[in-house]
């Protein structure tokens, strides 16, 4: 069975400049959740999609967006691009919204960089 | 004061030693246990996941929990050089929302 797959592996963008990372779910897993890891913060939770709907939003500014389509990719945009939004960028899937019996399998990430 | 603490190491140990790796937290809410590793430039892989207390263990990977303690560990036997990584707790609770622990990077030398 196929991991979750992301799309780019890498990224570098210019401030100001808006940016769409994908993520594909193992194949049966409906549930998709975005996080931002960096080496000061760690993982930080952005969101998390169930069924096309928002379940779970994080603390983060509404520059950071999400979608979930009906085949369950998910897309994240982050717009007007600041230089702190260097980050990897992880997307993580499971069967259901639920973590009973279901925890999250991750894919390697979006290294994006900011200049 | 984090929901998760989590020692960030580095913790330097000879191959075949036992690995000892511990989170505390603070909120009780929590149900859901997980404890996972990550390679440098790779995503963190699922290790272990438990949603009670007490033991669990896969080959070389014992988790343990404690809710009365609000305390849980990841022992590692025999640790290989190949165990090299940063090794990140991660628990839930009613929310589903993910909360992970900062990380702690093992080195495991020859």
């Known amino acids: 069975k196929a991991g979750v797959t992301q799309t780019p592996r890498y990224l570098i963008k210019t401030r100001g400049q808006q940016v769409t990372l994908s993520c594909s779910p193992i194949s049966g897993h409906r549930s998709v959740s975005w996080y931002q890891q960096t080496p000061g913060q760690g993982l930080q939770f952005l969101f998390e999609?169930?069924?096309?709907?928002?379940?779970n939003k994080g603390n983060f500014p509404g520059r950071f967006s999400g979608r979930q389509f009906s085949n369950s990719r998910s897309e994240m945009n982050v717009s007007t691009l600041e230089l702190g939004d260097s980050a990897l960028y992880l997307c993580?899937?499971?069967?259901?919204?639920?973590?009973?019996?279901?925890?999250?399998?991750f894919g390697n990430g979006t290294r994006l960089t900011v200049t | 004061q984090k929901e998760v603490e989590q020692d960030p190491g580095p913790l330097s140990v000879p191959e075949g030693a036992i690995v000892s790796l511990n989170c505390t937290y603070s909120n009780s809410a929590f149900q859901y246990f997980m404890w996972y590793r990550q390679y440098s430039r790779k995503g963190p892989e699922l290790l272990m996941y438990t949603y009670s207390s007490g033991n669990k263990e896969d080959g070389r990977f014992t988790a343990q929990v404690d809710k009365s303690s609000k305390y849980i560990s990841l022992f590692i036997r025999d640790s290989q050089p190949s165990d090299s990584a940063t090794y990140l707790c991660?628990?839930?609770?009613?929310?589903?929302?993910?909360?992970f622990g900062t990380g702690t990077r093992l080195q495991v030398f020859p």
């Open positions: 999609y169930f069924s096309e709907t928002q379940r």
């Open positions: 991660a628990m839930s609770g009613s929310t589903d929302k993910l909360i």
């Open positions: 993580a899937s499971r069967v259901g919204p639920s973590s009973y019996n279901s925890p999250l399998h």
